[in-house]
């Protein structure tokens, strides 16, 4: 196995399963399936916004690759780093789709957080290389969440009222009189409200991580359009 530059962390195989950064006592396991790679590349940042990162590990295939899923331990390694990764490979573009590039940072489909304050929807895009503009993956900690005995309510759907809404749309006029307007924590301030009205669930709009700079174009007032409505996921596991 390679050895880190970084003194806090030391470089081990890791194991396929399960797949993203998942960290323990130790360190953290990281896993990625890319089945056609011939290389992956793992970039670990001190934080959100770093132009560079902190560590880079080559995954050896020979040790840190099982069938199509590349992985590696990271010991030292904690909640809150940040982290992306680089593939190479197949670029087909008339065959299969494969469309491997190794100067483009990518994110963990599997990551837990996202973070993509830096960036830049046009330089992922073109041929150079976006490092500095990427967005990164979070390592969290979903074990140390406290789910304070909660349980299903297993109320029958003939009692059910649903009242689906737009997480960040919802609470944020000011009329809201909430908080937090336009985030998870305005909603649960508004449960006394829905319950007043008979809703008994909240369905919610899409609230994985997405691209907001997705839309393209200017409002009537000038200022730039932005994808508000979350249907252009860039992950699955990650709340926006």
């Not at 909640?79 to 573009?93: E, Q, S, V, W």
């Not at 994110?107 to 895009?125: E, K, M």
């Not at 700079?213 to 979350?230: A, C, K, N, Q």
Request: net charge negative; glycine share 12%; with cysteine.
């Amino acid at each position: 196995m390679a050895k880190s530059t970084d003194a806090r962390f030391r470089i081990e195989a890791g194991r396929p399963h399960p797949l993203g950064a998942v960290p323990d006592a130790g360190g953290v396991n990281f896993s990625v399936y890319a089945g056609d790679a011939s290389t992956v590349t793992l970039l670990l940042f001190d934080a959100w916004d770093s132009p560079a990162p902190i560590e880079v590990i080559e995954l050896d295939p020979k040790v840190s690759r099982t069938f199509g899923f590349w992985h590696v331990y990271v010991g030292g390694a904690a909640p809150g780093l940040h982290y992306a990764y680089r593939a190479d490979g197949p670029r087909d573009l008339s065959g299969s789709g494969d469309r491997y590039n190794p100067e483009k940072v990518l994110i963990d489909p599997y990551a837990r957080g996202v973070t993509h304050t830096l960036w830049d929807r046009a330089r992922a895009c073109d041929g150079s290389d976006n490092l500095d503009c990427s967005m990164r993956g979070t390592v969290v900690a979903m074990a140390d969440y406290d789910w304070e005995g909660d349980q299903p309510l297993n109320r029958p759907m003939s009692e059910t009222i649903i009242y689906e809404m737009h997480a960040g749309g919802f609470t944020r006029s000011p009329s809201s009189g909430v908080k937090g307007p336009g985030t998870f924590s305005g909603i649960v301030e508004k449960i006394p409200y829905l319950r007043e009205l008979g809703v008994t669930a909240v369905e919610l709009l899409p609230v994985f991580a997405f691209d907001e700079s997705g839309v393209g174009g200017v409002s009537p007032d000038g200022t730039p359009l932005r994808d508000y409505w979350g249907y252009n996921t860039v992950g699955f596991f990650s709340p926006h």
